[in-house]
């Protein structure tokens, strides 16, 4: 019978702390994004440009397709950094864990995949633009 009790004061904390306002988010306040697993950012393609925008040459573009997929295209600025490839960890380890950092890849999946791991290495503002598909449908362009 106690444990009927609880149940309702349970629903009531978590809808308290679900709604709360926490506005103490990584994001820019100009930039409407949500938060994912554990600590990654996840941005639409109009966040991802805005981000882009405001944080300029601060931010480090990387793709995580295979270096073929990069050759095809892939956004102006970005380093390629196959997740699947083997030597993800190693390209990590060179790169500063207080920097801010953009991934992405074709679909969504790998850029999943690879801000996880930034973040369970130590990074603190890794930001997931998702795939190119939709960013190339939402206008942004690419470079070969």
Known sequence: MKRLAVVPVLLLLFTAV??????????PDTVAATTGAAGVVLLTPAEGTDLIGLKGEALTIID????AEFAEGHLEGAVNADVQGG??????????????YV????????SAVAAQAMIDAGFTEVYDLGGIVDLQAAG????Q
């Open 18 to 27: 679900a709604c709360s306002d926490d506005s103490s988010s990584d994001a």
């Open 64 to 67: 995580v397709r295979t270096p």
């Open 87 to 100: 030597q993800f960890s190693a390209f990590l380890a060179g790169l500063d864990k207080g920097a801010a």
């Open 103 to 110: 991934v992405y890849c074709r679909s969504g999946n790998r």
């Open 140 to 143: 942004y362009s690419v470079v």
